[in-house]
């Protein structure tokens, strides 16, 4: 599962022991395997920030569902930066951009928007565009407050034509567009709609995916 991204060798993690009510930072010793999920058992060894004593070599072998990601001041920092371009009004594009140069896995994203902002509900729209497999099971994208339903399909799978494509409500659609001008309320809201493969009404949002998908294959 791409969720556990922030797993590789050599990197140090966080260790999560319900069982100790501890989080300790461990180090990866071992290539994973692939692909990883829930319950993949993950190599560790103690990391030099530890103060252990009596288990100073002593291995471990824990769930992947038992590991957090570490965050550093370098991802602190870099969220920091992306917070003030976006409270800027910086180009979309930038905020892509700086986004996805950052090389942050997913679960990275998510540990570091745990502090709360104002910014937070529509920068985690733009992440979750940027990471569709990861974020697809609970879309919604956020507006002004509001959230409507949303959903990456994969449309022609098989032929040439496939590609994975983003489906909202039509309700989505009236805000971002005057009806009567077909303008865009804002840059902002054509670039969240230059994202959008097609709008549904809320019946066919419904839908089963293979119902969806046929809507979509024949717009």
Same mark, same amino acid.
């Given at each position: 599962m791409k969720k556990y991204d922030f797993i590789r060798f050599g990197r140090c993690v966080q260790w999560v022991n319900d069982s100790e009510c501890t989080c300790l930072t461990?180090?990866?010793?071992?290539?994973?395997?692939?692909?990883?999920n829930d319950n993949t058992k993950i190599a560790l060894i103690q990391s030099d920030? +530890?103060?252990?004593?009596?288990?100073?070599?002593?291995?471990? $072998?824990?769930n992947a569902s038992e590991l957090i990601? @570490? =965050?550093?001041?370098y991802h602190y920092g870099y969220w920091n930066a992306?917070?003030?371009?976006?409270?800027?009004?910086? +180009?979309?594009a930038t905020i892509k951009a700086?986004?996805?140069? $950052?090389?942050?896995?997913?679960?990275?994203?998510? @540990? =570091?928007?745990?502090?709360?902002?104002?910014c937070l509900p529509r920068l985690k729209q733009t992440i979750n565009m940027l990471f569709?497999?990861?974020?697809?099971?609970?879309?919604?994208?956020?507006?002004?407050?509001?959230?409507?339903p949303a959903k990456y399909l994969t449309i022609f799978k098989g032929k040439r034509e496939e590609q994975k494509v983003l489906?909202?409500?039509?309700?989505?659609?009236?805000?971002?567009?005057?009806?009567?001008?077909s303008i865009y309320s804002s840059k902002e809201a054509e670039a969240l709609d230059n994202t959008i493969y097609y709008y549904l009404s809320e019946e066919?949002?419904?839908?089963?995916?293979?119902?969806?998908?046929?809507i979509l294959e024949e717009a």
């Open positions: 461990m180090q990866v010793c071992a290539p994973p395997p692939h692909p990883i920030g +530890n103060n252990f004593i009596d288990e100073i070599y002593q291995s471990y $072998s824990v990601p @570490l =965050l550093t001041p992306l917070q003030e371009a976006f409270a800027n009004e910086a +180009n979309p700086m986004i996805q140069n $950052s090389e942050f896995t997913y679960a990275e994203w998510m @540990l =570091l928007m745990q502090n709360g902002n104002p569709p497999e990861e974020s697809e099971e609970s879309l919604v994208i956020s507006w002004n407050d509001q959230e409507y489906a909202s409500v039509v309700e989505l659609q009236n805000k971002l567009i005057d009806n009567g001008s066919e949002m419904k839908l089963a995916d293979d119902e969806i998908i046929k």
